[in-house]
């Protein structure tokens, strides 16, 4: 009978424990969050009270991802009734800021209060609380006020040069918004493809939206290069385009199209080549579909008329003609029907002013406007299209090269080349989104050995780099700091062509992300965040079948006094996972030793090399990380 009890006793010691850990599990961490003893347990039958059209929204979808993590749904109703459990969702913004909420759970009820998109992030986070025991599914009392640090919180997605599904970008929405994350970037236009139906040029999806074959490995490996023979292409239909972007509404999200100008416009070229900056009518401009090497330098036109699929830059652009600015102009139009919200993106980075240098086209632009050189011309280019989205209600978003040859008088700058753009910007007075190459480029690898990491376009950006980004650079005063919008990281697809790939660079970058959008720089904690967080955080992405990369364990290395050898201990960042480890000096998989606590490593011979600790975490649903390795020195 003694042991029934203590082994009863140590169970629900370990069940509040694990409670308990759900409590601190909320990505993003909230900005208050007080634990309360005891749970509330979530039954079939509890009513969600929700009297708006806009708060049953929220609700529906709360719903949805119940009954993938529960097996069940609530009721929805106007109004509760006097008796059952019931979840309140009172809308009505919390102080100044509309995507603030409170969310409280006591022993009678749930009860958030939010503005239309703090009420949905509320619901977001009591998702998050949810812990499974058996067949209870229980929330922990708490009582939760939080707020953003930044309005606008983004992720950009590429799918130019290689085309995704629409149910795969639904499920990057869906996974965006339990992150709280409010702005996708999607970029639709490059190089390499044209992916949106523009019903007045049919070409550009006909032509421009297929390629039929891609380079292999990096761009710059191989010259001539090798070549996949497989066509590639693909593009979303206007009504696709449409319930993607009601879709992402219904969870908060506002997607904001880029439509690249004047350059990275080979699709379009291809497609149209009366646009370009040659009178092809006159035969000018022979071989001008040629691209770039990683060092700035023109191809060999016979090799780069060959590659459809060479992600370089290309340095086929727009001529700055009528003809292209009532195409761009008939082109946008479609394109604002489509997206609603405030802001379309033009590109205007890596223009390569080559063909403007020798085209009779631009220098009569050149001339006729009095303009200092190729780069004004490209600043006269922007304005133009600015003016025209302006008058019809919209803002210009451009990347920080739009600051060349002067800024448009109300265009928005992201700043990609590091922070030098956005704090010049943010200094001229202009409103300024960070995103910087060196922190936020999530096409990245995420290890300093390459050769363990699937092929990525080069960089290494891991996990902690990722958090310690403040978007708000030093250099600016308070003052100018209130123009920096927020923060978005880049995820741009030369080298990711499936969607487990995709997912593989995404998270757990992502999930650092959202706390760098949603704390100030005085609120985050980075060992918080991967002690208590990340390893709850992973294990849900799997249960919903992400495929993320696993991340390096949290080793510890000290020396044992009374032995004088190195004693290690290992904790793994997703929950429930375990270690396999060797320290043999060969491959560490599922037949190494399992970690089962901290161990004593053997003692080397005289003559030995230091020892090296080679393990894999190997995840609650049965995948392996890449293997690590740490030198016992």
Not at 264 to 288: Q, R
Not at 472 to 486: C, F, M, N, R
């Amino acid at each position: 009978m003694r042991k029934v009890f203590y082994l009863t006793l140590t169970l629900l010691l370990l069940l509040g424990n694990l409670i308990f850990a759900q409590t601190k599990s909320i990505v993003p961490q909230p900005k208050t969050m007080t634990r309360a003893e005891g749970h509330w347990v979530l039954e079939p039958g509890t009513i969600i009270q929700a009297a708006t059209a806009d708060a049953r929204k929220s609700a529906a979808i709360f719903n949805e991802l119940l009954e993938a993590k529960a097996g069940f749904q609530l009721t929805i109703q106007h109004q509760a009734s006097a008796e059952g459990p019931v979840i309140h969702l009172d809308e009505a913004q919390v102080g100044e800021q509309e995507e603030a909420y409170t969310l409280s759970v006591k022993d009678k009820g749930v009860y958030i209060k939010g503005a239309g998109k703090g009420l949905f992030y509320g619901l977001q986070s009591l998702i998050q609380l949810l812990e499974i025991r058996g067949p209870e599914v229980m929330l922990p009392q708490v009582e939760i006020a939080d707020a953003p640090a930044f309005g606008y919180r983004g992720i950009m997605l590429d799918v130019s040069r290689h085309y995704f599904s629409s149910q795969q970008i639904m499920k990057v929405l869906d996974l965006m918004s339990q992150l709280k994350f409010n702005t996708m970037h999607w970029h639709l236009t490059d190089d390499q493809g044209w992916r949106l139906e523009i019903k007045k040029y049919p070409k550009l999806t006909a032509i421009g939206a297929r390629r039929d074959s891609t380079i292999i490995g990096q761009y710059y490996d191989f010259q001539p290069f090798i070549y996949d023979g497989e066509p590639h292409g693909g593009y979303y239909s206007q009504e696709e385009a449409r319930s993607i972007v009601q879709y992402a509404a219904d969870r908060k999200i506002t997607i904001i199209p880029e439509i690249e100008l004047p350059g990275h416009s080979s699709a379009v070229l291809a497609a149209y080549p009366e646009l370009g900056s040659f009178d092809v009518n006159k035969n000018e401009g022979k071989g001008t579909i040629a691209a770039l090497n990683d060092k700035g330098e023109p191809l060999d036109n016979d090799i780069s008329s060959q590659v459809p699929g060479y992600w370089g830059v290309h340095y086929n652009i727009y001529g700055p003609t009528n003809q292209a600015y009532q195409f761009l102009e008939d082109v946008l139009t479609e394109v604002m029907d489509i997206f609603p919200g405030e802001y379309i993106h033009i590109g205007g980075d890596e223009v390569p002013k080559d063909h403007w240098e020798t085209s009779a086209l631009a220098q009569k632009v050149i001339k006729k406007e009095k303009l200092a050189d190729e780069h004004e011309l490209q600043s006269f280019f922007i304005r133009r299209i600015e003016q025209f989205l302006n008058e019809n209600g919209r803002k210009l978003i451009g990347w920080d090269e739009i600051l060349e040859g002067g800024l448009a008088p109300n265009a928005t700058v992201m700043s990609w080349r590091g922070e030098k753009g956005g704090i010049a910007a943010a200094k001229m007075g202009h409103d300024v989104i960070m995103t910087p190459n060196s922190h936020l480029y999530f096409d990245h690898y995420q290890s300093e050995d390459k050769s363990t990491e699937p092929l990525a376009i080069g960089g290494f950006l891991p996990l902690e780099k990722v958090y310690a980004y403040n978007p708000i650079p030093a250099d600016l005063t308070a003052e100018e700091g209130k123009h920096v919008l927020g923060v978005q990281a880049n995820l741009w697809t030369e080298y990711l062509a499936t969607n487990n790939k995709m997912e593989y660079h995404l998270f757990p970058r992502a999930l650092a992300l959202a706390e760098v959008a949603w704390k100030s720089r005085e609120e985050k904690d980075y060992q918080s965040f991967i002690h208590e967080r990340l390893p709850f955080r992973l294990l849900d992405l799997e249960e919903k079948g992400v495929f993320f990369r696993i991340p390096e364990a949290d080793v510890q290395i000290s020396k044992d006094a009374e032995s004088g050898r190195h004693k290690v201990a290992i904790k793994p960042l997703v929950a429930g996972a375990r270690v396999y480890y060797t320290l043999d000096g060969h491959k560490a998989d599922q037949t190494g030793l399992l970690y089962a606590g901290p161990f004593l490593t053997p003692i080397p011979g005289a003559e030995q090399k230091p020892l090296t600790l080679r393990y894999v975490t190997v995840t609650p649903g049965g995948r392996s990380s890449n293997e690590f390795q740490v030198p016992l020195e």
